[in-house]
Protein backbone atom coordinates (compact mmCIF):
# COMPACT_ATOMS: atom_id res chain seq x y z
CA UNK A 1 0.00 0.00 0.00
CA UNK A 2 0.99 3.30 -0.86
CA UNK A 3 -1.29 6.22 0.31
CA UNK A 4 -0.91 10.13 -0.74
CA UNK A 5 -2.63 12.77 0.47
CA UNK A 6 -2.89 16.14 -1.45
CA UNK A 7 -4.19 18.95 0.23
CA UNK A 8 -4.88 22.62 -0.38
CA UNK A 9 -7.30 25.39 -0.99
CA UNK A 10 -10.15 26.15 -3.35
CA UNK A 11 -8.16 26.49 -7.39
CA UNK A 12 -4.89 25.90 -5.46
CA UNK A 13 -3.25 23.22 -8.22
CA UNK A 14 -4.21 20.13 -5.86
CA UNK A 15 -6.03 18.50 -8.41
CA UNK A 16 -3.63 18.97 -11.06
CA UNK A 17 -0.47 18.00 -8.45
CA UNK A 18 -2.47 14.42 -7.86
CA UNK A 19 -3.05 13.61 -11.50
CA UNK A 20 0.66 14.79 -12.28
CA UNK A 21 1.72 11.86 -9.27
CA UNK A 22 -0.78 9.69 -10.66
CA UNK A 23 0.55 10.18 -14.57
CA UNK A 24 1.76 6.78 -15.46
CA UNK A 25 -1.32 4.54 -16.37
CA UNK A 26 -2.83 2.11 -15.18
CA UNK A 27 -4.83 4.49 -12.79
CA UNK A 28 -8.78 5.08 -12.13
CA UNK A 29 -10.42 8.52 -11.30
CA UNK A 30 -12.36 8.03 -8.66
CA UNK A 31 -14.85 10.82 -8.48
CA UNK A 32 -17.48 12.21 -5.53
CA UNK A 33 -18.76 14.85 -7.36
CA UNK A 34 -22.43 15.10 -8.15
CA UNK A 35 -23.67 17.23 -10.93
CA UNK A 36 -26.72 18.48 -9.03
CA UNK A 37 -26.61 22.08 -10.44
CA UNK A 38 -25.38 23.33 -14.02
CA UNK A 39 -22.24 25.18 -12.11
CA UNK A 40 -21.05 21.53 -10.73
CA UNK A 41 -21.51 20.40 -14.40
CA UNK A 42 -19.16 22.60 -15.64
CA UNK A 43 -17.16 22.29 -12.75
CA UNK A 44 -16.88 18.05 -13.20
CA UNK A 45 -16.69 18.70 -17.17
CA UNK A 46 -13.47 21.22 -16.38
CA UNK A 47 -11.97 18.19 -14.22
CA UNK A 48 -12.59 15.85 -17.24
CA UNK A 49 -10.69 17.80 -19.62
CA UNK A 50 -7.97 17.57 -17.06
CA UNK A 51 -7.93 13.98 -17.79
CA UNK A 52 -5.96 12.03 -20.70
CA UNK A 53 -8.18 9.14 -22.39
CA UNK A 54 -6.27 6.41 -20.10
CA UNK A 55 -7.92 7.57 -17.04
CA UNK A 56 -10.73 5.18 -16.32
CA UNK A 57 -13.78 6.69 -14.27
CA UNK A 58 -15.82 5.63 -11.26
CA UNK A 59 -18.30 7.84 -9.76
CA UNK A 60 -19.31 7.64 -6.20
CA UNK A 61 -20.33 9.94 -4.10
CA UNK A 62 -20.95 8.06 -0.87
CA UNK A 63 -19.20 4.37 -0.93
CA UNK A 64 -15.80 5.13 -1.42
CA UNK A 65 -14.65 2.47 0.49
CA UNK A 66 -16.41 -0.18 -0.70
CA UNK A 67 -14.86 0.71 -3.93
CA UNK A 68 -11.47 0.66 -2.47
CA UNK A 69 -12.50 -3.05 -1.32
CA UNK A 70 -13.83 -3.86 -4.82
CA UNK A 71 -10.41 -3.34 -6.63
CA UNK A 72 -9.38 -6.14 -8.28
CA UNK A 73 -6.09 -5.35 -10.33
CA UNK A 74 -3.27 -3.98 -7.64
CA UNK A 75 -1.69 -2.61 -10.26
CA UNK A 76 -3.79 0.21 -10.78
CA UNK A 77 -3.41 3.65 -9.34
CA UNK A 78 -6.36 5.14 -7.81
CA UNK A 79 -7.35 8.92 -7.32
CA UNK A 80 -9.63 10.03 -5.00
CA UNK A 81 -10.91 13.53 -5.99
CA UNK A 82 -12.56 14.87 -3.26
CA UNK A 83 -12.97 13.95 0.06
CA UNK A 84 -14.43 17.00 0.57
CA UNK A 85 -17.35 16.54 -1.53
CA UNK A 86 -17.28 12.78 -0.19
CA UNK A 87 -17.58 14.59 3.34
CA UNK A 88 -20.65 16.96 2.41
CA UNK A 89 -22.50 14.29 0.42
CA UNK A 90 -22.46 11.75 3.90
CA UNK A 91 -23.41 14.99 5.77
CA UNK A 92 -26.38 15.59 3.47
CA UNK A 93 -27.23 11.61 4.04
CA UNK A 94 -27.15 12.01 7.51
CA UNK A 95 -24.32 9.74 7.79
CA UNK A 96 -21.86 8.91 10.56
CA UNK A 97 -18.60 10.84 9.76
CA UNK A 98 -16.49 8.95 12.19
CA UNK A 99 -17.70 5.75 11.34
CA UNK A 100 -17.55 6.39 7.56
CA UNK A 101 -14.19 7.68 7.96
CA UNK A 102 -12.97 4.91 10.08
CA UNK A 103 -13.98 2.45 6.74
CA UNK A 104 -12.29 4.43 4.85
CA UNK A 105 -8.96 3.82 6.61
CA UNK A 106 -9.71 0.31 6.92
CA UNK A 107 -10.07 0.40 2.69
CA UNK A 108 -6.75 2.08 2.51
CA UNK A 109 -5.23 -0.01 5.17
CA UNK A 110 -5.83 -3.47 3.16
CA UNK A 111 -5.66 -2.20 -0.33
CA UNK A 112 -2.24 -3.23 -2.25
CA UNK A 113 -3.25 -0.49 -4.59
CA UNK A 114 -1.23 2.77 -4.79
CA UNK A 115 -4.05 5.41 -3.37
CA UNK A 116 -3.82 9.42 -3.90
CA UNK A 117 -6.64 11.37 -1.92
CA UNK A 118 -7.18 14.90 -2.42
CA UNK A 119 -8.84 17.32 0.47
CA UNK A 120 -9.38 20.78 0.62
CA UNK A 121 -7.91 22.81 3.41
CA UNK A 122 -10.62 24.72 4.46
CA UNK A 123 -9.81 25.59 8.16
CA UNK A 124 -7.38 28.84 7.55
CA UNK A 125 -9.85 31.42 7.25
CA UNK A 126 -12.13 33.02 9.12
CA UNK A 127 -14.83 31.78 11.60
CA UNK A 128 -18.29 31.07 10.06
CA UNK A 129 -21.14 32.50 11.40
CA UNK A 130 -23.60 29.61 10.45
CA UNK A 131 -23.43 26.40 12.77
CA UNK A 132 -23.42 23.92 9.53
CA UNK A 133 -20.62 25.86 7.72
CA UNK A 134 -18.73 25.57 11.28
CA UNK A 135 -19.78 21.82 11.47
CA UNK A 136 -18.34 21.23 8.56
CA UNK A 137 -15.18 22.92 9.06
CA UNK A 138 -14.59 21.11 11.91
CA UNK A 139 -15.57 17.51 10.11
CA UNK A 140 -13.11 18.58 7.23
CA UNK A 141 -10.50 19.43 9.74
CA UNK A 142 -11.06 16.09 11.66
CA UNK A 143 -10.73 14.18 8.23
CA UNK A 144 -7.92 15.52 6.99
CA UNK A 145 -6.33 14.68 10.46
CA UNK A 146 -7.25 10.84 10.53
CA UNK A 147 -6.21 10.33 6.77
CA UNK A 148 -3.15 12.42 7.23
CA UNK A 149 -2.39 10.21 10.14
CA UNK A 150 -3.27 6.94 8.29
CA UNK A 151 -1.25 7.79 4.68
CA UNK A 152 2.39 7.41 3.78
CA UNK A 153 2.74 11.06 2.21
CA UNK A 154 1.39 14.34 2.19
CA UNK A 155 1.12 17.43 0.03
CA UNK A 156 0.07 20.99 0.48
CA UNK A 157 -0.59 22.92 -2.63
CA UNK A 158 -0.78 26.67 -2.80
CA UNK A 159 -0.64 28.47 -6.01
CA UNK A 160 0.48 25.44 -7.83
CA UNK A 161 3.21 24.66 -6.02
CA UNK A 162 3.59 21.50 -3.39
CA UNK A 163 5.22 21.63 0.00
CA UNK A 164 5.54 18.10 1.10
CA UNK A 165 4.59 17.67 4.92
CA UNK A 166 4.88 14.16 5.58
CA UNK A 167 6.84 11.42 3.45
CA UNK A 168 9.84 11.63 1.41
CA UNK A 169 8.33 11.48 -1.78
CA UNK A 170 5.64 10.43 -3.99
Known amino acids: MSVSLVLGGARSGKTARALA ?3 TPPHVYLATAQALDGEMDARIAAHRAERSESWGVIEEPLEIAQVLDDVEDDKITILV ?21 GRLIEALDAIPNRVILVSNEIGLGLVPMEKLSRDFRDAQGRLNQRIAAAADHVEFVAAGLPLTLKGDGA
Not at 85 to 91: A, D, K
Open 81 to 101: DCLTLWLSNLMHHGRDIDAET
Open 21 to 23: LAA
